[in-house]
């Protein structure tokens, strides 16, 4: 089991992959969204926004009005980042939970 700050920090490093790209950035330009993601096995929660294309304000604590909200244990959000699993088939297999509508399930599979 990963700690609290491992998954704070592998958070912080998914948004730096994120601005990184420029792909990424050019495909949520425009989209504005609160994220919140709940890690199960540690029973806590962060926070933040996607704003001017970037994953940005990533904060301890939960946003309980967040319009997308994902739900991972720790060792699989670290083995995400890290490249070492792939979201679709982690999601496929219930893995990784997202609650979010439709279109931003859409959007954000181009970038995941």
Known sequence: MATVDECRTALEQFAANLAANPKSVRKLTGFQRT?????????????????????????????PDAEIRMIVSSDDL?????????FMKAFTAGRVKIKANMMDLMKLRGVL
């Not at 933040?48 to 604590?61: A, E, N, P, S, Y």
């Not at 670290?78 to 792939?86: A, Q, R, S």
């Open 35 to 63: 994220l919140a993601c709940d890690i199960t096995d540690l029973n806590v929660s962060f926070h933040g926004r996607f704003d001017g294309g970037k994953l940005v304000g990533i904060t301890d604590g939960d946003e």
């Open 78 to 86: 670290l083995e995400l980042v890290d490249g070492d699993l792939d």
